[in-house]
């Protein structure tokens, strides 16, 4: 006998659970679409061409590859060498997230795009990672971005979307990391290791996981000199209000143009998002890092401080990541809410509301006979009244069907036999007080909606 399973990290949603997966989108939806942003698709899997190179080596390595179909394994048979294998079994890959695809697209249709272009995505993605809590396999990203721009504004907006989601969803301890690149690659200039940036990012980033100690390991063990070390934990150190760390940075960073540019982006972004919005919960977090190739100036990073599950969002600017496809000097920018995670935290602070679970308004007892397709007529004259109504598919015994309407939890049934018929005048139990009253159809709407 075959056991029955599904892959790991991955998930069936149930109806409970769909629902209030889609009331979390429909909220991110709304307010991406009250921004101007426009809805955009692209499909699960890509040239893998298209996605190798961009997430850097660990990226590379997390990318699901999609098998040819055809005579895979003769060509398979013919090939020694592992690279040319690799291409010959394997010419597509599952998208690793939502923003290069969406640049592969801008790119194809540049001609035809207004730019500005401000576009939402709402869509899985995969990664072969080990799944865990918060973590898994195949989940969902809800993407904002906008690409034509080098304007600082559109940070400003996108960090207002994620105070308004995140207000809205009724999350209220969240808290706006926010860093810039380019005082990361200001660093590596003063370490005299630009060319090693990359490995830099991806250990400070870790800062919050493995504390310095683990940080100081790992750049010793990427051949790091004590010198370089000491500096980098000076950087690190460098702590107080917002005010603060602005001067500290802009005396470390005295003679390193590329990171006072950083400096300078990075506090108009949080002093003009301060006048816009004063309570927003922003953070100058200069140890964070996104370990994403492509960002090069602002860098963002969302966490729910209340549950301890990692960040629910994240994003930044990527100044030049068309060029990769051919279309240079198009900076863009965006965000990413992690609808997964998202879940995960509204779930343990019990944050849905409690009438997301009713699917049937009302359910009508079948009787059978005459009544069966007089009770239908009249489920349809509801239904086009927007109301969510079923009728039980067979005429089975009344306690069967009221206890199908109990589990559920339908909170109203109507009764139709001849004698409603002829009156129209109809049964309607209310399932919670068991009062049952006769009413009219137009009467019942007026009930229920009460």
Same mark, same amino acid.
């Given at each position: ?227 370089? &070390? ?7 150190? &460098? ?158 015994? &009344? ?52």
């Amino acid at each position: 006998m075959i056991q029955i399973s599904i892959p790991k990290g991955t998930r069936d949603f149930a109806p409970e659970t769909l629902r209030k997966r889609c009331y979390i989108m429909n909220i991110i939806k709304n307010i991406f679409e009250k921004y101007a942003f426009e809805p955009l698709e692209t499909p699960a899997m890509e040239n893998i061409e298209t996605l190798t190179g961009k997430y850097g080596d660990e990226g590379d390595k997390l990318m699901f590859r999609v098998l040819n179909n055809g005579e895979i394994f003769d060509k398979a048979k013919q090939t020694t060498d592992n690279k040319n294998l690799v291409q010959a079994i394997s010419e597509k890959a599952l998208r690793y997230d939502l923003t290069i695809p969406f640049a592969r697209f801008v790119v194809m249709n540049r001609n035809s795009l207004i730019f500005p272009f401000r576009r939402y995505q709402m869509q899985p993605v995969w990664r072969a990672d080990r799944p865990q809590k918060g973590r898994f396999r195949e989940f969902y990203q809800c993407d904002a971005d906008v690409v034509g721009s080098k304007s600082l504004l559109i940070e400003i907006e996108l960090l207002s979307i994620y105070v308004e989601v995140f207000e809205k969803l009724g999350i209220k301890n969240v808290a706006l990391h926010l860093n810039n690149r380019k005082i990361l690659s200001g660093l590596a200039a003063l370490l005299g290791a630009s060319e090693r940036m990359m490995e830099m990012t991806i250990t400070i980033d870790k800062l919050d996981k493995i504390g310095w100690d683990g940080v100081q390991q790992d750049l010793q063990k990427n051949n790091f000199s004590e010198a370089q &070390i000491k500096l980098i934990e000076q950087f690190l150190s &460098i702590k107080g209000s917002a005010e603060e760390v602005f001067e500290e940075l802009k005396t470390f960073f005295k003679n390193e143009e590329e990171a006072m540019k950083g400096v300078k982006e990075l506090y108009f972004v949080w002093h003009q998002m301060m006048v816009l919005m004063p309570d927003a919960p922003l953070k100058i977090d200069l140890t964070l890092a996104r370990g994403l190739n492509y960002y090069t100036g602002s860098i963002i990073e969302v966490k729910a401080t209340d549950v301890a599950i990692g960040s629910i969002g994240g994003g930044g600017r990527y100044d030049d990541l068309t060029s990769v496809f051919g279309l240079p000097n198009v900076s863009g920018v965006g965000i990413s809410f992690g609808l997964d995670r998202i879940y995960e935290v509204m779930e343990e602070l019990k944050l849905f509301p409690e009438n997301l679970q009713t699917g049937s308004k009302i359910l009508f007892i079948n009787f059978g006979g005459d009544s069966e397709m007089y009770a239908l007529q009249l489920v349809q004259k509801l239904r086009a009244k927007n109301l969510a109504v079923e009728i039980y598919p067979s005429n089975e015994k &009344i306690k069967k069907q009221m206890e199908y309407a109990h589990r559920k939890k339908v909170p109203f049934v109507v009764l139709i036999g001849e004698e409603e018929m002829k009156t129209q005048k109809f049964q309607l139990k209310n399932m919670e007080t068991g009062e049952q009253q006769a009413l009219s159809l137009d009467e019942i709407v007026v009930a229920i909606s009460k």
